[in-house]
C-alpha cells in the first residue's frame, strides 16, 4: 500500500526548533489529509496537525503559534516544523496520510502510519 517514512526527529533544548519530515510512497493516486500525532510514554496518542491537500490546517492548542504544518503535494512530503519546544513536547511523532491508490480494480482508500520519529526536548 502506501509507506510513510519519518525523518528529523532528536534532541533539543526547550525553546529549540526541530523540524521533521515525512514522505509517502507507493502506488499512491491521491493523498487527502497528512497529519502528525504524537505519543509520550504513558499517554494516548493525540493529534498534533493536520493539513489537507487544499493547504488548510488545524492544530492541537497545546502546540498553536509554535508549530506549522506544512506539505508538498509534487513530492508527497508533509512536514511539521516545531519552534519554542517545550520538555512536553517530548515524544515519539508519527506521521499519518490518507487517500486513494491504485489498486487492481482502481482506485482504493488507504490509512497509513509511519514508523515514528522520537523528538526529546531537553530542560
Known amino acids: 500500500q502506501v509507506q510513510l517514512v519519518e525523518s528529523g526527529g532528536g534532541l533539543v533544548q526547550a525553546g529549540g526548533s526541530l523540524r521533521v519530515s515525512c514522505v509517502a510512497s507507493g502506488k499512491i493516486y491521491r493523498i487527502n489529509a497528512m497529519g502528525w500525532y504524537r505519543q509520550a510514554p504513558g499517554k494516548q496518542r493525540e493529534l498534533v496537525a493536520a493539513?489537507?491537500?487544499?493547504?488548510?490546517?488545524n492544530y492541537a492548542d497545546s502546540v498553536k503559534g509554535r508549530f506549522t504544518i506544512s506539505r508538498d503535494n509534487a513530492k508527497n512530503t508533509v512536514y511539521l516544523q516545531m519552534n519554542s519546544l517545550k520538555v512536553e513536547d517530548t515524544a515519539v511523532y508519527y506521521c499519518n496520510a490518507d487517500g486513494l491508490v491504485i489498486g487492481t480494480y482502481g482506485p482504493t482508500s488507504f490509512r497509513s502510519w509511519g514508523q515514528g520519529t522520537q523528538v526529546i526536548v531537553s530542560s
Open positions: 493539513i489537507t491537500s487544499g493547504g488548510s490546517t
